[in-house]
Nanobody, 127 residues
Framework: EVQLQASGGDLVQPGGSLRLSCAAS????????IAWFRQAPGEEREGVSC????????YYADSAKGRFRIISDKAKNMVYLQLNNLKVDDSAVYYC????????????????????WGQGTQVTVSS
């Protein structure tokens, strides 16, 4: 079965860190770009970051720049999202997704191009 499995979400205090994991089963990430999205209650799903494992190119939302880092591990067929200096506004369900389309700095966050989604993992930032 082809699927993505996101994990690593937790309750953390402001300023804390988390590492989210996205595992692929039934396929490899080699031919895909992998992105993280998030959705807070009552809000639209938004792109957080994206990576192209073939050349290591990464993209970040403005809200993520300088605090989050996306990492791919080809040997383990995993993609991680390191979340640092977390803020209350970062609270959301985080999803990983893949696309075979070409992505650019002005398009990587467009949801319709993503073919497969993980089930989401909850990140709650609260004191």
């Amino acid at each position: 079965e082809v699927q993505l499995q996101a994990s690593g979400g937790d309750l953390v205090q402001p300023g804390g860190s988390l590492r989210l994991s996205c595992a692929a089963s039934g396929f490899t990430f080699d031919d895909y770009k992998i992105a993280w999205f998030r959705q807070a209650p009552g809000e639209e799903r938004e792109g957080v970051s994206c990576i192209d494992p073939t050349d290591g190119r990464t993209y970040y939302a403005d809200s993520a720049k300088g605090r989050f880092r996306i990492i791919s591990d080809k040997a383990k067929n995993m993609v991680y999202l390191q979340l640092n200096n977390l803020k209350v506004d970062d609270s959301a369900v985080y999803y990983c997704a893949i696309t075979s389309a070409f992505v650019y700095a002005t398009s990587w966050y467009e949801i319709p191009q993503y073919d497969l989604w993980g089930q989401g993992t909850q990140v709650t930032v609260s004191s």
